[in-house]
């Protein structure tokens, strides 16, 4: 009952202070790309934020743990982050997944983000982007070093920044190539992967919900390295192969139809499918409990299930899934799917370029 309540006490917060604030940062982001003088690359930033802007809307849930007086900084410091990844990963995926090189070079910005002002900022843009890609990592760099703990998470964020933008190249140009050798090998090369297969391992490292979680966790000034470090060892890699496997599944009839590469379609069935999910929702909230903040961690992990759960239409392979899913959070989590369904409803259901 107590934490049925405090689930709801969150979710209001996230209501009323979180996403009106996000909603801002989106609509100011968005202009900045409109204005892009770089025809193709205006045509990508503004198509990346169109169709993935619940994103960040969706990850500055994680501002609920940060102090009223730090919310602000909090809410533009995820947004602009995850605006960043969603930037980084459309070009990735449509302009330099060819060759291996660009994309890993492109995925510089995700690190240099997270590092702090004064360090060189060395970006290469693909274009002439009236300074986007430059203006998103100093916005970045900026909220993030203005938050009191932001050295006790800088050097995890820069790990999981590292592996976010190498998963993204790999997988990118695995997929333009047809050549699984050199991703799989990258997952190989990952630590604290546990009992995960590899193409398991490849979907967390497409993900960014490691590096905001912990961008989040620097707005506490009661952080200790100690609760940094946890932080990152509960979303890598157990939140990181949730979030991304999940997409995947909910999309895994149109990547069918259109060739785009499917992490789910590597399980050898549904019943495989669906305990690999499962397995992965149960360690993530098992992970995420203990965390300092753990209700609102758990809550993340309770809305990305929810969300692709309410996301299944009727008939697809997630819609035999979701039941189990749902099952899986545990009383806690279903006023959380309750109001991803309402909204889903409303709103319609999620996009990917």
Request: charged fraction near 20%; charge should be positive; glycine fraction near 6%.
């Amino acid at each position: 009952m107590i934490a049925t309540l405090k689930t709801f006490v969150t979710l209001s917060d996230y209501g009323v202070s979180i996403v009106p604030r996000a909603r801002r940062e989106i609509r100011r982001w968005a202009a900045a790309a409109a204005a892009i003088p770089d025809p193709t690359l205006r045509g990508h930033a503004t198509h990346a934020i169109l169709v993935d802007s619940r994103n960040a809307e969706a990850v500055a849930a994680l501002a609920a743990t940060a102090p009223r007086r730090h919310r602000q900084t909090t809410v533009e410091l995820l947004v602009a982050y995850q605006l960043l990844v969603d930037y980084v990963d459309t070009l990735g995926e449509r302009v330099c997944a060819d060759e291996l090189a660009p994309s890993l070079e492109l995925g510089t910005a995700l690190v240099a983000a997270v590092e702090t002002p004064v360090s060189p900022l060395r970006l290469a843009p693909l274009g002439d982007d009236g300074g986007y890609l430059v203006a998103l990592v100093t916005s970045c760099r900026g909220c993030l070093w203005r938050l009191p703990s932001a050295a006790l998470v800088a050097e995890d964020a820069a790990e999981a920044a590292t592996r976010c933008a190498e998963g993204l190249a790999y997988t990118h140009t695995a997929t333009r190539r047809g050549s699984l050798a050199q991703l799989r090998r990258w997952t190989a090369a990952q630590p604290r992967t546990g009992a995960y297969s590899w193409w398991e391992i490849a979907a967390g490292g497409n993900s960014s919900i490691a590096i905001l979680a912990l961008l989040a966790s620097a707005a506490d000034p009661a952080l200790t390295r100690h609760d940094a470090a946890a932080v990152a060892a509960a979303y890598w890699p157990h939140l990181c192969v949730m979030s991304t496997m999940l997409d995947s599944l909910v999309d895994y009839e149109r990547d069918a139809l259109s060739g785009e590469f499917s992490f789910v379609s590597y399980y050898a069935g549904d019943a495989a499918a669906r305990d690999g999910l499962l397995g992965a929702t149960r360690r993530s909230l098992s992970a995420a409990k203990p965390l300092a903040h753990g209700d609102v961690h758990a809550m993340i992990v309770c809305g990305v299930a929810g969300y692709y759960a309410a996301s299944a239409t009727r008939g697809s392979r997630a819609s035999g899934i979701a039941p189990s899913l749902l099952a899986a959070l545990s009383p806690s989590g279903a006023p959380i799917a309750f109001a991803l369904r309402s909204r889903h409803r409303h709103r319609g259901a999620p996009q990917r370029p």
